[in-house]
C-alpha cells in the first residue's frame, strides 16, 4: 500500500523538475539571455497550481490536521515550520510574478525572487522527504493513510480540476526539455 508519505514524495520528484527548470531560467535571465517571458508564466503556473494548490493544498488541509490528531505539534515543530515555509513560497511566487509584469522585466528581483525560491523549496523538500512524511507514516495507520489518500484524490478533482494534473505535467515535461535537455 502507498502512504502519504510517498504519494507526497512522488509529487516532489516533479517540483524538484520544475525547481531545475525555475533555475535555468534564472540563469538565462541573470546572463542577459534571450528569455521567453510566457514561459516563465507556465512554469509560474505549475509552481502555483501543482506544488501549492495541489501539493501544499493536501499538506494543509489533510495531512497536518490528522497529524495534529495523532499528536504532532502544530505550534514549535514540523507543522509550524513547513506552513511558514510553505507561507514564503508563495511570496516569492507572487514578486517573481510581479517581476515579470512588464517589459522589460525587473531582472534583478526576478533573478532573487527565482534564487530564493528554488533554495527554499530544496531545503523544504528535502525536510520534508526525510523527517515529516516518515513521521507521519509511522504515526498514522494504515486505515487512516488510506482514508487520507482518498483525501488527496478528491483534492485533486475538486480543486484543481479533472485533468489539470496531466496537462500541468504536459507543461512541465515541454519546459523541462526545453531547459533542462
Known amino acids: 500500500m502507498e502512504t502519504t508519505g510517498q504519494d507526497l514524495m512522488h509529487e516532489h520528484k516533479a517540483i524538484l523538475i520544475a525547481l531545475d527548470v525555475m533555475e535555468k531560467m ?3 535571465v541573470q546572463n542577459d539571455k534571450e528569455m521567453n517571458s510566457e514561459d516563465i508564466k507556465e512554469i509560474l ?5 501543482f506544488a501549492d494548490k495541489c501539493h501544499h493544498g493536501k499538506e494543509e488541509g489533510i495531512l497536518f490536521p490528522a497529524l495534529q ?3 504532532i505539534l502544530k505550534q514549535e515543530g514540523p507543522i509550524e515550520l513547513m506552513l ?3 507561507a514564503q513560497g508563495r511570496k516569492l511566487i ?3 510574478q510581479t517581476s515579470i509584469e512588464n517589459k522589460p522585466i525587473d531582472k534583478h528581483a526576478f533573478i532573487f525572487a527565482a534564487s530564493s525560491y528554488v533554495n527554499l523549496l530544496r531545503n523544504h523538500i528535502e525536510k520534508e522527504d526525510t523527517m515529516l512524511f516518515p513521521l507521519s507514516d509511522a504515526k498514522l495507520s494504515a486505515e487512516m493513510q488510506k482514508k487520507l489518500l482518498v483525501k488527496f484524490e478528491n483534492l485533486e478533482k475538486n480543486v484543481i480540476g479533472e485533468g489539470r494534473h496531466e496537462a500541468l505535467h504536459k507543461t512541465l515535461d515541454k519546459l523541462s526539455r526545453k531547459y533542462l535537455q
Do not use: I
Not at 45 to 49: S, T, Y
Open 26 to 28: 534564472h540563469e538565462r
Open 84 to 86: 511558514a515555509q510553505h
Open 94 to 96: 507572487r514578486r517573481m
Open 69 to 71: 490528531d495523532a499528536g
Open 45 to 49: 503556473d505549475f509552481l502555483r497550481v
